[in-house]
């Protein structure tokens, strides 16, 4: 079946731009994760959502970063006013349960000018 | 929260030899480790976990021993082959499963045919 997907899959930024990552996890999952990922580096977590509720958006790293998922599947990461440093490789995954492995996308590559 | 530290960070070995990958963690209510495959401009891939009530686990050529005292583990690969040169990333998590994943810097294997 479908796995996860992510759109776009590249995007270019200029600083100061709003950006929408949109994310669309395998269908029937429940639990839905947005990562980070630095070049070089091990994805971060973001935050997570549990159908329509963000249970945790502690690993956004300012208010410019904004995730929904208003219907409990499709979910788009936000990011207002991009900065150089947000340049990074956004992950999503999700899971069918809160127990059950999770399965990643492709991911979104933004590159901020 | 949770701190995940992977060695090494590159290594290269040869076709058909053994490779070792090894992880520690810092919180002891983790229950739960996902060792990820992902390959260049990939998405990861799970090739493997192990819950805390195991304390090794087998597939294949791949096999994960966890030590809970010590907090540590380790992903092993057998009879090597070109194609498993990749980026390898551990992953902890005190949530089971569908909680956030705190992961390693990644360790990239480089096998030599």
């Known amino acids: 079946g479908a796995g996860v997907s992510q759109s776009p899959r590249y995007k270019v930024a200029k600083r100061g731009q709003d950006v929408a990552l949109r994310c669309d996890p395998i269908s029937g999952h429940v639990s839905l994760f947005w990562y980070q990922q630095a070049l070089g580096q091990g994805p971060e977590f973001l935050t997570y959502f549990q159908n329509e509720a963000q249970l945790d958006k502690s690993g956004l790293p300012s208010d410019r970063f904004f995730a929904e998922r208003p219907e409990g599947s499709v979910s788009t990461l936000k990011i207002q006013r991009t900065q150089q440093e947000d340049s990074a490789v956004y992950l999503c995954?999700?899971?069918?349960?809160?127990?059950?492995?999770?399965?990643f996308g492709p991911g979104t590559r933004l590159t901020v000018l | 929260g949770e701190n995940v530290e992977q060695h090494p960070s590159t290594l290269s070995v040869q076709e058909g030899d053994s490779a070792v990958i090894k992880c520690t963690y810092s919180?002891?209510?983790?229950?739960?480790f996902p060792w990820y495959k992902q390959e260049l401009g990939k998405r990861p891939q799970l090739i493997i976990d192990?819950?805390?009530?195991?304390g090794e686990k087998k597939d294949q050529r791949i096999a994960v021993t966890l030590n809970k005292t010590a907090k540590h583990f380790s992903l092993h690969i057998t009879e090597t082959q070109p194609e498993d040169s990749a980026v390898y990333f551990c992953a902890a998590t005190p949530g089971g499963a569908g909680n956030m994943l705190t992961f390693g810097g990644g360790t990239r294997l480089m096998v030599k045919p």
């Open positions: 919180d002891s209510a983790s229950n739960y």
């Open positions: 995954a999700s899971s069918l349960f809160p127990a059950n492995e999770q399965f």
């Open positions: 192990i819950r805390s009530n195991v």
